[in-house]
């Protein structure tokens, strides 16, 4: 990707020297609708689960998996003391370079339709933070809180992608931040709030049904921005061989996928983000369009 001369954004907050935050029991912050990518560790007994959590009290259905009493300060892991950031400098430019890009891009996108793009904020963390959705753990992977409108990050995850799904690269990177920003769209519009209430009356399978066309429609704005991101010189931030590394991550986190790996069998009643197929078209839609308005109908 070429991002040298992109500007960083200046809304991201580094929470990464917090050395862990300590939490009660159960308690959870404000209400909303919290989209969650979870990657439920090692250390939890489940393995290459990914599930979407939609309600209010979704980072406490996750947090209860750990099965002890609250999160302590300073866990097991912490490698620096509290206020000192622990966040690699080059990945905090790449984070900050591809938040400024999405800021740009959906900015020109939404004055193009006469309105103004107000931006999310993306927080970087090491282990657990608190977010207006609640407890924050690094095993939940990236997720967009719509009740503080931020996006929230433990940067390795990015190692997970890499390592354990073999998705490596720069793009693969990107598309995940980009996939929460696409949330934070879709929050904009009244997309999530629409969802919320569809599911208010919905069956769990019909629930489902919504998340999945959520996820999808986010995969797909992550497209859009990668089509339209320019560089200040006016060029085109991809370069070959960056959509192949979106698409092997998307491909990666599809929920047949996943549950072929995790469970050796496949539920699709069960699939809040869609299958690996899904997800990459969705993914190519947004790209070969450039426009938000293909990916409506998924």
């Not at 209430?197 to 859009?224: P, R, T």
Request: aromatic share 8%; with cysteine; net charge negative.
């Amino acid at each position: 990707m070429r991002l040298d001369d992109q500007r960083e954004s200046s809304n991201f907050q580094d929470d990464t020297g917090r050395g862990g935050v300590g939490f009660g029991g159960g308690g959870i912050g404000g209400g909303g609708l919290g989209m969650i990518l979870s990657l439920v560790a090692s250390r939890f007994g489940i393995v290459g689960v990914v599930v979407l959590l939609l309600g209010y009290c979704a980072l406490q259905s996750i947090g209860g998996l750990g099965g002890g009493g609250g999160i302590g300060t300073g866990g097991p892991g912490a490698s620096a003391p509290a206020g000192q950031s622990t966040l690699d400098p080059q990945t905090k430019q790449f984070v900050t370079r591809v938040l400024g890009s999405t800021e740009d891009t959906w900015s020109k996108i939404f004055a193009a339709r006469g309105q103004q793009y107000q931006p999310t904020r993306l927080v970087a963390y090491s282990q657990t933070d608190r977010s207006g959705c609640g407890v924050a753990q690094s095993a939940m992977g990236p997720f967009y809180c719509p009740t503080d409108k931020e996006v929230y990050l433990d940067t390795t995850f990015f190692n997970e992608l890499s390592q354990r799904f073999q998705a490596p690269g720069d793009f693969a990177m990107a598309y995940v931040i980009a996939h929460e920003v696409g949330h934070h769209v879709q929050h904009l519009e009244g997309t999530l709030d629409q969802a919320h209430n569809a599911q208010a009356s919905a069956s769990e399978a019909e629930g489902n049904a919504v998340q999945v066309k959520v996820e999808l429609q986010a995969d797909c704005y992550a497209g859009v921005w990668a089509a339209n991101a320019r560089d200040s010189k006016g060029q085109a931030i991809m370069e070959p061989g960056d959509f192949e590394e979106g698409m092997r991550a998307a491909q990666a986190i599809g929920d047949d996928t996943l549950q072929k790996q995790s469970q050796g069998r496949v539920v699709p009643e069960s699939f809040t983000h869609g299958t690996s197929a899904q997800r990459m078209a969705a993914l190519r839609t947004g790209f070969q369009s450039g426009n938000p308005d293909s990916c409506r109908s998924l």
